[in-house]
Structures are given as structure tokens and as C-alpha cells.
């Protein structure tokens, strides 16, 4: 466990997946089984057949149709399992000064909705994620990032049309030196990122899932230090490790400030 050198480093960057990596459920699934099982089934059988991010559009206008509101929405998104050991973990990196950011294939109202939920919106600087907005009559459109109207991005990794992380992400690391970049992710789309850290930084794979066996079947392109983690409890106790910090919730809580933070929808955004 890389401890050792965790009072020198100085300037973290730290990027995190969302769905299965800070939350313990995926937003898009989660919303339509708790909403409307057949339009959870249809999601089910569409996956593969539809792109992702034009599948959830279109299932959200279902559900509009259905008369479910923006209300429904969030009350159903303030539900999702968030534990108290991630959200220990968030504070505590913050507290020692990392830049946190979110790199997610959801959507800007999903996670805005969910962070407000728990009183965790400030402690990012920046989400990088598929613009969402509500229209005139109410119903959550949802785009996606990289949209149809731009070249296909055409990275070679198992990224999805609508996004590379990894292109996203290395921006954010050339937007300044950074002593250390820690990923944390937990499935295919999140090896393309894993894939531009170098041998200083840090992976946080999510242990048995689809990262995982990506990078086994794939080390020659990985060269940053790999640690898995199984659940929220074990990723916080390799947290403190790297950070060389043990803290309690109250503390953290008390130590951190409320510094202004930006949705990033948009490809043209850093």
C-alpha cells in the first residue's frame, strides 16, 4: 500500500466514475425499476440495441408521458444507496487539499440531484458528464457528451460513442502539474482513463468487475500502482492508506470549505 510518500505529494487529482463506484446502484437503472417496471424491462432488452445515452432519452420521455414529474424524479434519485463510507472518504481527501472531480456516463440532473441530496455537491470542482436539462413541458431531456453532431471521437479503447473518458481525463491532467492522479472506476469504460496514468499514480478498481478484467487481460498498457477494492468500507480503508490520514466523519465535516463548483455538460469545457 502506497503510504510512504503520502505527505510529500502535494497536488491530487482525483477522478471518479459514478455509478457503481460512488454510488452502490446505477442512476439509470435505478430510476426506471423504481418508477416504472415495464419500462424497466424494455431498458433491460434494449441495452445493445439503442446507444445508452439516446436509450435514456427515450425512456425518460416515456415516463414523462406516464405523468411522472421532475418531483417523482428527485425524490427517487435523493433514494439511491450512497454510503457513509464513500462519503467519508470524499471528505477526507478533500480535507487534504485533492482536486475531486466526476467522470461519469450518467447525466448532469441525475448526479447534481443525488450529490445535493447528501450535502456533498461542494467537494467537487468539476463533473464531466451527459448534459441533462428539463423542457418546456417538463420532461428530462438527456444528450450525449460527445454528440452527434461532432466527428466520432474514435479512440480505439472499449469507450462509448458518447464519451472517452480517457480523452476527458487527459485534460484535466494537462490542465496543470498535478504530483499524483488517482482514478477510481469500476467497469470497461473506465479502462481508457486507467490507461493514461503513469507509473506515480493510482488506480482504484473496483474489485470483480469489468475494470478488473480489463486490466488482466491488458497490463502492458497500464502503468500505474492497480489497488482493488470490494465495497465502500474497504475503498475508505485504502484511502486513508494512501492519504496516510484516519479521521472521523465529524472532523472531516468541519474541516472543509464550500468552494463554488461547475457542471460540465459540454465537450468545449476543459
Request: proline fraction near 5%; aromatic fraction near 8%.
Amino acid at each position: 500500500m502506497p503510504t510512504s510518500t503520502a505527505s510529500t505529494i502535494t497536488k491530487r487529482l482525483v477522478v471518479f466514475d459514478f455509478d457503481w463506484t460512488l454510488i452502490e446502484a446505477d442512476s439509470d437503472y435505478w430510476v426506471m425499476q423504481k418508477l416504472d417496471a415495464d419500462l424497466a424491462k424494455a431498458q433491460e432488452d434494449l441495452v445493445g440495441v439503442v446507444q445508452w445515452t439516446d436509450l435514456q432519452d427515450q425512456l425518460l420521455g416515456q415516463l414523462h408521458s406516464r405523468g411522472v414529474t421532475r418531483q417523482d424524479l428527485e425524490k427517487t434519485l435523493q433514494k439511491i444507496p450512497f454510503t457513509q463510507e464513500m462519503i467519508t472518504a470524499l471528505r477526507l481527501m478533500k480535507s487534504q487539499g485533492a482536486e475531486l472531480c466526476i467522470l461519469s456516463d450518467a447525466n448532469t440532473f441525475y448526479i447534481d440531484t443525488i450529490l445535493k441530496a447528501f450535502g456533498i455537491d461542494h467537494l467537487f470542482s468539476k463533473i464531466i458528464t451527459n448534459p441533462a436539462h428539463f423542457d418546456d413541458q417538463g420532461r428530462l431531456r438527456v444528450a450525449r457528451f460527445h454528440g452527434l453532431d461532432q466527428e466520432p471521437h474514435g479512440c480505439p479503447m472499449p469507450c462509448h460513442a458518447n464519451l472517452c473518458k480517457g480523452r476527458e481525463l487527459q485534460k484535466l491532467i494537462d490542465a496543470q502539474p498535478w504530483d499524483q492522479v488517482i482514478y477510481m472506476g469500476d467497469s470497461t469504460n473506465d479502462f481508457c482513463p486507467s490507461t493514461r496514468l503513469q507509473s506515480k499514480d493510482i488506480i482504484l478498481a473496483r474489485a470483480n468487475l469489468l475494470l478488473e478484467k480489463e486490466i488482466k487481460l491488458h497490463p502492458e498498457l497500464v502503468k500505474a500502482n492497480v489497488l482493488y477494492w470490494s465495497d465502500p468500507t474497504n475503498a475508505l480503508q485504502i484511502i486513508q492508506s494512501v492519504f496516510g490520514v484516519m479521521a472521523s466523519t465529524k472532523t472531516l465535516s468541519s474541516s472543509i470549505s464550500h468552494p463554488p463548483r461547475t457542471l460540465q455538460p459540454l465537450s468545449s469545457a476543459l
